[in-house]
Each structure stands twice: as C-alpha cells, then as structure tokens.
Antibody, heavy 122, light 110 residues
C-alpha cells in the first residue's frame, strides 16, 4: 500500500525558513517522480514543486521560484521541501504527492499524503 | 481567479446523475489533457480521472470524464451519499508553463 506521510509543518514568522519532509513507502520511490501541492484554508489546490525520479529535473511554481527548493533522497525514501523567505501567502496545508508516471514528471497526481500545515504569521 | 473555471456548487439526489463542468482556454484544456480529483471533507484529494477519461484502479465506472475543445466534464451516475465532496479539474497550461487547477465544485448529495 502506498503511504506518504508529511512532517515538519509549523508556525513560522514572516521572512523565516522551514523544511517540510515526506516519508514514502509501499512503492518504488527510487523510480518515482514526486510533487508538492498546497492548499490554503478554504482555497483551491495550488501546484508548488516537482522533481523527477533522480532529482535531475525540477519545477517550481512562479510564486515560489527562488525561495523554495525541492530535493529527493532515494536512499531514505524521503522527499523534502526547503522553504525560505516565507510570507503569509505561503500559509497552507502542504501535500506530498506521487506522480502517476514512471521516472518522469507527468503532472498526474496519483497518491496524496494527508498533508502538513505551514502557518506563516507573526 | 482560477485559470480553469468550475461552478462553485452542484447537487443531486441519490441515484441521480450529475455533471460538473470545467472551462479553460486554448493554452490549457484546448491543447492538453484533463485530470479530475475529489476531496472528501478533511481529507487529502484523490485522483478520480486522468488523461481526460481514464479511471485509476479502484475508481468505479459511475465516474466518467470527457473533453471537447476548451472544456471538460466529469459525469457521475447513480449518485451515492459518499460522493458528496469537492471536485477539482486540472490541466497543463502552456502559457503559465505549469499545471493548473480549477477552483473546485462542491457536490452536495441531497
């Protein structure tokens, strides 16, 4: 069974940094592309970032480009999102998502974790 | 304002059918495939339909998707109480160069 469990969400001050992580199991993480999708309270889903199976290809939404960095540790089945220069606009539930495809980024979001809440507030 | 436009709400009674629309443009739905997700209250989204009309394993055939021009539709037949959820369409947008989601449609099963 595919399991994705996010962690690291917290209350952080504007301008601060935070790293959220996702522990994956139940599938071949090494050959899977992964994503982060977020959802602000009561709002629509918003794509954040994605990474292909070996980390060579990454993509970022314009809203986070230059501030967020995605990484994948295939030896530990872990996905990370380093978030810097946080603003209130980044307050959201951050979902770790497994891509439907094999290796590459298809942007079909197959399995989702329960999410980790990031709150940016003073 | 979402790139993909969905009606904010829809409703139906058990056993009925309902259709949820998703309107886009030539830079997204007009050139790319559409995926649908549903999200039960307080839970993570789940993939419902991908590549316009494909169902992942485990999704009942009561759910079907279609695309025509710059619009897509999700049809649900034989409504069940557990179908009450938020439904989101998604597609790739060539202008924004990234995936985009609709604003979501809240389906109420009366």
């Amino acid at each position: 069974e595919v399991q994705l469990v996010e962690s690291g969400g917290d209350l952080v001050q504007p301008g601060g940094s935070l790293r959220v992580s996702c522990s994956a199991s139940g599938f071949n993480f090494r050959t899977s592309a992964m994503h982060w999708v977020r959802q602000a309270p009561g709002k629509r889903l918003e794509y954040v970032s994605g990474i292909n199976y070996n980390g060579v290809e990454t993509r970022y939404a314009d809203s986070v480009k230059g501030r967020f960095s995605i990484s994948k540790d295939n030896s530990k089945n872990m996905l990370h999102l380093q978030m810097n220069a946080l603003t209130s606009e980044d307050t959201a539930l951050y979902y770790c998502v497994k891509d439907l495809g094999v290796a590459g980024l298809t942007y079909i979001f197959h399995y989702w974790g329960p999410g980790t809440l990031v709150t940016v507030s003073s | 304002q979402s790139v993909l436009t969905q009606p904010p709400s829809a409703s139906g009674t058990p056993g009925q059918g309902v259709t949820i629309s998703c309107s886009g443009s030539g830079s997204n739905i007009g050139r790319n495939t559409v995926n649908w997700y549903h999200q039960l209250p307080g839970t993570a989204p789940k993939l419902l339909i991908y590549t316009n009309n494909q169902r992942p394993s485990g999704v009942p055939d009561r759910f079907s998707g279609s695309k025509s021009g710059t619009s897509a539709s999700l049809a649900i037949s034989g409504l069940q109480s557990e179908d009450g959820a938020d439904y989101y369409c998604a597609s790739w947008d060539d202008t924004l160069n990234g995936p985009v989601f609709g604003g979501g449609t809240k389906l109420t099963v009366l």
